[in-house]
Nanobody
Framework: QVQLVESGGGLVQAGGSLRLSCAAS????????MGWFRQAPGKEREFVVA????????YTADSVKGRFTISRDNAKNTVYLQMNSLKSEDTGVYYC?????????????????WGQGTQVTVSS
């Protein structure tokens, strides 16, 4: 069973940048597709971005395309979310997710493993 721990959240001004990290333990990191979801206050959780197990192919939600980038370091068992040009609507709790199958596309199943989340607040 893989455990996921997010870090790097905080308060940032609109237009600024933030980098989130998600450290994985308890499983073979390279066996998992990794990704990020977020949940804004009063809204449902939504997919943000995901990356494949080995070759670094990504799938990104339209709302963050061109601003957010996911990357993974299989040697460090860590996945990152670089967020640039942040907007107030990016505010929410960001969750790291992992699954042996890829996720995020409309027909994909939900990920099997979730972190506890880290708060990102963008002030305008």
């Amino acid at each position: 069973q893989v455990q996921l721990v997010e870090s790097g959240g905080g308060l940032v001004q609109a237009g600024g940048s933030l980098r989130l990290s998600c450290a994985a333990s308890g499983g073979t990191f390279s066996s998992y597709a990794m990704g990020w979801f977020r949940q804004a206050p009063g809204k449902e959780r939504e997919f943000v971005v995901a990356v494949t197990k080995r070759f670094g192919q990504t799938y990104t939600a339209d709302s963050v395309k061109g601003r957010f980038t996911i990357s993974r370091d299989n040697a460090k068992n860590t996945v990152y979310l670089q967020m640039n040009s942040l907007k107030s609507e990016d505010t929410g709790v960001y969750y790291c997710a992992a699954s042996t199958a890829f996720f995020g596309r409309p027909s994909d199943k939900e990920p099997d493993h979730w972190g506890q989340g880290t708060q990102v607040t963008v002030s305008s």
